[in-house]
Structures are given as structure tokens and as C-alpha cells.
């Protein structure tokens, strides 16, 4: 199983990115995805996830508004579109791909992409 993550980079207070996370190896749309990120000296934080169905989305209060995950499961790749950026923003965001059965949970992670919100 592979995740891959791409679309960070260096971009100034109240500009945009989309990060997206290709999956490979693993029956995509059977799988939660979520984006975390961690910034330095903090504890890694969800930022959004959707469900396999696709049906139910979740977003952390501080991007509200601002953030907006989605998924395609014809491109097994969710991504994360990324608006008015803070510099609080700046983190190395990672996709999860989760799928909980009955006693077990397969758990998997990307390598993390930077995003530096900087003027």
C-alpha cells in the first residue's frame, strides 16, 4: 500500500493550495481518508476527513470555511483544496487511509508534504 502526497509548497498569507493523496494497493473506496498535519513542536492534528461513501465529512474548527476535502475514487486520490491560508496554516500535512472491521483496523499513512504559509 502506497500514499503519496503532493501539492505542498511556499505560498503568502491568503493564497490557496490543493494537496492531493494517491492511493495505491488498496481497495480505495473502502477506506476513511483523512488529512492530518503536525507543525513543529506540536502533536499531529486532524485537518478533514471523509468517509468511504463519501457521505460524511468532518473538518477541524480552526479551518472551517476555508478547507474543503474531497475524494475521487475512479482516481483513487482525496484531496484537500486549501483556501485563504494563515500562517498558522504551516504544518507537514498527512493522508490516512483507514478501514475498521469487526476486531481489526488497517491503518496507513503517506510520507507527509510541507506547506509553509509565509510572506
Known amino acids: 500500500v502506497q500514499l503519496v502526497e503532493s501539492g505542498g509548497g511556499l505560498v503568502q498569507p491568503g493564497g490557496s493550495l490543493r494537496l492531493s493523496c494517491a492511493a495505491s494497493g488498496l481497495v480505495f473506496s473502502s477506506y476513511d481518508m483523512t488529512w492530518y498535519r503536525q507543525a513543529p513542536g506540536k502533536e499531529r492534528e486532524l485537518v478533514a476527513a471523509?468517509?468511504?461513501?463519501?457521505?460524511?465529512?468532518n473538518y477541524a474548527d480552526s479551518v472551517k470555511g476555508r478547507f474543503t476535502i474531497s475524494r475521487d475514487n475512479a482516481k483513487n486520490t482525496v484531496y484537500l483544496q486549501m483556501n485563504s491560508l494563515k500562517p498558522e496554516d504551516t504544518a507537514v500535512y498527512y493522508c490516512n487511509a483507514r478501514r475498521v472491521l469487526p476486531g481489526w483496523a488497517y491503518d496507513y499513512w503517506g510520507q507527509g508534504t510541507q506547506v509553509t504559509v509565509s510572506s
Open positions: 471523509i468517509r468511504s461513501a463519501g457521505g460524511s465529512i
